[in-house]
């Protein structure tokens, strides 16, 4: 190390004198152990802090045995794992409570499945990669039925419609990614992944859309979820293609059908 | 073509096809042809059975349109926002008209004499005299007119004739004038002006730096808009980047901090695109699949487009609220045919 640093400063070895290059080792040595003071000084607090919660601490333990073979040691990230450095606690808490992590295959995009974890270790790991760095905590006012309604659809059809579907049914996005359904997601976890932007979708930041607003986003995802189908049946309400598909297919179908039976000779 | 009677029939009504062979009404000869009546329910207890399934689906039909009328009358439509109520009243009246309908199907197919005639076509022809007499009366209207006697007649009619298309001519006239290059020009058609801040579509506020988070999307306009000209060429997409995400030198120049923004008419179709991935920054429009590379220019990478959107040059005032410093330096929305 010192040799390699020193060759490096002088590039012409022979005609500087010992003295100076005894000189510029003792610089290089300094920066080196200022940075390990640095070090030093940084690293012990952080240890620290992780150690006077138990929640954190056990959450740690949970994240060393389910989640650092990829997200790293320190959650500092893989060749297949993004960093979870200040992703917030929000994040961590969406990921796993709506069973996209721990990530079962390595598809276009991360498949909704069952949870992996109870409650409580969720909230722990979610508490410790929290604790990583500054990030989105998870909300805690989730009021929403009270929130304007009509004003929560204005905003989810400026900003939300476009992926999610005008009734949240979800729908296509580029190369064999798409913007899932709504009709499975809590309240919780709609407020968070506007928080926190999951995978491609866009973060919707606090100054951006306030709590205030996303509570009335929610309050009208949760509506049109519950609302009936006054027309009939709402064929995944994803608009013209299956109501089409079914005139086509079913209607004209039944009609064929009926023509030939009342032209059969029988 | 005329058929005499001794021919084999060529057209058959209610003829069995898979009837046995062994079936005396089968295979008739050819004097049974015409005026046939092949009862083949004479089994009286096959025509009682049939009368009841004709009468069933009859009976269905009543009870359907009973339940349609207590339907109308008894459920509310105040409750579920009358979902039930259309089901019942939709759900009973096709039930009524498919039970009805099918019963008088039955009903032919089963109860009512299946007869067998011929029905012979008679020839396309006229009969040679009428179409001499034809063709004589119009050669003799043809010389009456005296289109070869009256000169003046001739050419004038051929002027008239002639002139006929000007005035459609002239009212395409009125389609026009062409754009020329206003379609390309100062851009405030769309209500941005050197200066127009940032607003929120829905609420209206200026946005400030800060306000859009890493990998955020929101639709911006001009401050003060209204017109509807302008809420169809204006709505701008704002885009925050995290810092060296922008690949052109010429993107991030025209934006402030990782934010650019975008005009958000697609310029194939002109539908609204904001179908943002913050991790590909593909962005793509939902009506014909074209997808934009916004790291990059907004170059087309997927789709029928065929220019990238065009990019509005913002910046930040002192207090930090975005703003144009120029309107669109190129036409928003579909590309049209001048475009070079």
Known sequence: ?266 | MSGDGSDRPRRQVGRRPDEAPDVPQAGLPASHSEGVVEDHADDPREVQFSEIQVAALFGVGIVAIIFFLYAYFGISIHDNLGQYSNYALGGSLAIALCAIGAGFIVWAKKLLPHEKTVQDRHDFHSPPEEEKLAEDTFLQGVEDMGLARFKILRRTLLGALALFPLPIVVLLRDLGPLPGRSLEGDGEITGWKAGSRLVDLDTKLPVKLGDLSIGGVQTVMPEGFGSAEELSLAPTMLIRFAPGEIKSDKERNWGINGHVAYSKICTHAGCPISLYEQQTHNLLCPCHQSTFDMANDAKVIFGPAARPLPQLQISADRDGYLYAVKPYSQPVGPSFWERR
């Open chain 1, 1 to 266: 190390m010192e040799n390699v640093s020193t060759s490096a400063l002088t590039p012409d070895t022979g005609h500087r004198s010992g003295r100076r290059r005894f000189a510029h080792a003792g610089i290089v040595l300094l920066v080196i152990g200022l940075f390990g003071f640095l070090y030093a000084a940084f690293a012990p607090s952080h240890s620290a802090a992780t150690s006077s919660d138990p929640a954190i601490e056990q959450g740690r333990q949970l994240y060393l045995q389910g989640c650092s073979s990829c997200h790293g040691l320190n959650g500092e990230g893989g060749v297949t794992a993004p960093s979870l450095i200040g992703v917030g606690a929000a994040a961590a808490d969406f990921q796993m409570s709506a069973g996209f992590m721990p990530l079962r295959n390595h598809t276009a995009e991360a498949e909704r499945h069952e949870p992996a974890y109870d409650d409580t270790e969720i909230e722990q790991i979610s508490a410790y990669i929290g604790s990583l760095g500054p990030g989105p905590a998870i909300p805690t006012n989730l009021d929403y039925q009270s929130a304007p309604l009509a004003f929560g659809g204005q905003l989810f059809r400026t900003n939300c419609a476009q992926c999610h579907n005008f009734a949240g049914s979800g729908g296509a996005l580029t190369y064999g990614k798409s913007a899932p359904s709504l009709s499975s997601a809590s309240p919780k976890e709609i407020y968070e992944a506007m928080l926190t932007g999951p995978e491609n979708m866009p973060v919707f930041g606090d100054q951006q859309i306030t709590p205030a607003q996303k509570l009335a986003i929610v309050n009208y995802v949760r509506t049109i979820k519950t609302s009936p189908n006054p027309g009939g049946a709402g064929l995944g309400r994803i608009g013209p293609v299956s109501e089409t598909a079914v005139a086509w297919l079913v209607g004209i179908g039944v009609c064929v059908v009926i023509t030939m039976w009342i032209g059969s000779k029988v």
